[in-house]
C-alpha cells in the first residue's frame, strides 16, 4: 500500500512451526524424568559417601531439573493464542524462562563454590565406592539426555538452556569420578572438594552465555545471522525503492525473527500503482536471502520522513 499504511508479509518461522522448542517437549519430559531420578541417586550416595562433589552435582543436577521443568512449562504457556492486549501471545514466555535458567545456573556456582571453601580445611572421609558408583550412574544418564537434545539444542533458546545444563551436569559427573578415581590410588582426599570447585567453575561460563543471549533478545537486538547492511541494501535494490529508513530486526523468541521498515518509493510508482509489486518484491527478496519470519513494510513518498517525529538509520 501507499504511504501512511502498513502491508506485511507472514513468514514461516524457522522449522515452520512458531517457537521451536514446541517441537522438542516430549524429549525435555524425558529428560526431566532422567535428571529428577538421578538426583535421587546422586542425593543418597552423596550423604553415605560423604562427597561434596556429589552432592554438588545432584544439587546440579536438581537446578537443572527445575530449569527443564520451567521451560516445558514456559513452552505450554507459549501455546497460547495471541490477544488485543497481547498481539504476540505469550511466546515471550520461553525466553523468560531462559532468563530464569540462567539465574539458576549463577546461583548454584556460587553455592558450590562457597561449599568448595568452606571444606578445603578440614575434608571429610569419602566412601569412595559408592561415590564412583553414584558418579557414573550420573554420567550414563547424562550422555542420554544430551542424545536426546541434541537436535533442538541449535533452535531453540528454551532448549539450548536445558542442553547446557545437563552439559554441565556431564562435566560434573566425570569429575565427580576422576576425584573418586583419584582419592582411590593416593588417599588424597582435597581432590573432592577440588572436584567440587571445577564443577562450580564449569557452570558460571555456561550461566553468562545463555544470560548473554537472553539479553539479546529482551533488548531487541538484531538476530544474529542478519546483516542490517545487506538487508538495506537488498532493499535498496527493488525496482522503484529509493530509499528505506527506520528499519529494525529483532527476536520475539527462538525461531521467530522479525523486521519492519519504511521504504520511501518514487512516485512514478506510486503514480502507477505499483506498490503491492513492491512490496511482493521486497517479501521475497527477504524470504531468499535472510532468515526473517515476518516482515512489516510502511510504503512513503519522497519527502514523507520530513513529517516523521523520528528518522532512525
Known amino acids: 500500500m501507499s504511504g501512511g499504511h502498513s502491508h506485511s508479509h507472514g513468514l514461516p518461522a524457522a522449522g515452520g512451526e512458531g517457537p521451536a522448542s514446541r517441537r522438542y517437549r516430549r524429549r525435555m519430559l524425558l529428560v526431566l524424568a532422567i535428571t529428577l531420578s538421578v538426583v535421587g541417586v546422586q542425593v543418597v550416595g552423596g550423604l553415605v559417601s560423604g562427597s561434596l562433589a556429589l552432592l554438588a552435582d545432584a544439587g546440579h543436577m536438581l537446578t537443572d531439573a527445575a530449569g527443564v521443568g520451567i521451560a516445558l512449562l514456559a513452552s505450554t504457556i507459549a501455546l497460547r493464542p495471541a490477544t488485543d492486549s497481547r498481539s504476540y501471545g505469550w511466546q515471550r514466555a520461553e525466553i523468560l524462562a531462559a532468563l530464569a535458567n540462567a539465574l539458576l545456573l549463577a546461583g548454584i556456582a556460587v553455592w558450590v563454590l562457597w561449599q568448595a571453601v568452606a571444606r578445603w580445611d578440614e575434608p571429610p572421609e569419602v566412601a569412595t565406592g559408592v561415590m564412583l558408583a553414584a558418579a557414573v550412574v550420573g554420567a550414563v544418564a547424562n550422555a542420554v539426555s ?133 512490496l511482493d518484491r521486497l517479501g521475497e527478496c527477504l524470504t531468499g536471502h535472510f532468515d526473517v519470519s515476518h516482515c512489516t513494510f510502511q510504503l512513503e513518498p519522497v519527502g514523507h520522513s520530513e513529517h516523521e517525529a523520528a528518522h532512525h538509520r
Open 146 to 278: 544430551l542424545l536426546v537434545l541434541r537436535g533442538g539444542q541449535a533452535e531453540s533458546l528454551n532448549v539450548r538452556g536445558a542442553y547446557l545444563e545437563v552439559l554441565g551436569d556431564l562435566l560434573g559427573s566425570v569429575a565427580v569420578v576422576v576425584a573418586g578415581l583419584v582419592i582411590v590410588l593416593t588417599g588424597w582426599t582435597r581432590a573432592d572438594v577440588v572436584a567440587s570447585v571445577v564443577i562450580g567453575l564449569m557452570i558460571l561460563p555456561r550461566a553468562w552465555s545463555l544470560l548473554r543471549d537472553v539479553l539479546d533478545v529482551l533488548l531487541e537486538a538484531t538476530p544474529r545471522g542478519v546483516d542490517m547492511d545487506e538487508v538495506r541494501s537488498h532493499i535498496l535494490e527493488v525496482s522503484g525503492v529509493v530509499d528505506v529508513h527506520d528499519l529494525h530486526a529483532w527476536t520475539i523468541t527462538s525461531g521467530v525473527p522479525v523486521l519492519s521498515a519504511h521504504v520511501v518509493v518514487d512516485d512514478d510508482c506510486l503514480a502507477a500503482g505499483r506498490s503491492g509489486q513492491v
